[in-house]
């Protein structure tokens, strides 16, 4: 019923920039929080980033002042812009949102695809 198609990641050398989108299609009522997390190899996966539908943001302490979460609502996307990255920040990165549908209303949880980015020289 709800799809999420993730676009943006990519190869990038440190100190570098990427800018990941997220947008949501289907039989959406309504969409509640917003939410990057990412997948490094070897480890559990994290939450990165944190946006709730009036706009107030969370972040892991690791991104902090370096990444921005923000949404369109008008287009049902998430963004995650990525500055000063670090190869550490290499990961496989996940959207995840909060979405009521269908009649009577119900709430789930849908996840992307994952998109790679890499920080390397």
């Known amino acids: 019923q709800v799809q999420l198609v993730e676009s943006g990641g990519g190869l990038v050398q440190p100190g570098g920039s990427l800018r990941l989108s997220c947008a949501a299609s289907?039989?959406?009522?309504?969409?509640?929080?917003m939410e990057w997390y990412r997948q490094a190899p070897g480890k559990e996966r994290e939450l990165v980033a944190h946006?709730?539908?009036?706009?107030?943001?969370t972040y892991a302490n690791s991104v902090k002042d370096r990444f921005t979460i923000s949404r369109d609502n008008a287009k049902n996307t998430v963004y995650l812009q990525m500055n000063s990255l670090k190869p550490e920040d290499t990961a496989v990165y996940y959207c995840?949102?909060?979405?009521?549908?269908?009649?009577?209303?119900?709430?789930?949880?849908?996840w992307g695809q994952g998109t790679l980015v890499t920080v390397s020289s």
């Open positions: 289907g039989s959406i009522f309504s969409i509640n929080v």
């Open positions: 946006i709730t539908n009036i706009g107030v943001t």
């Open positions: 995840k949102i909060g979405v009521v549908v269908g009649t009577p209303p119900r709430y789930l949880e849908v």
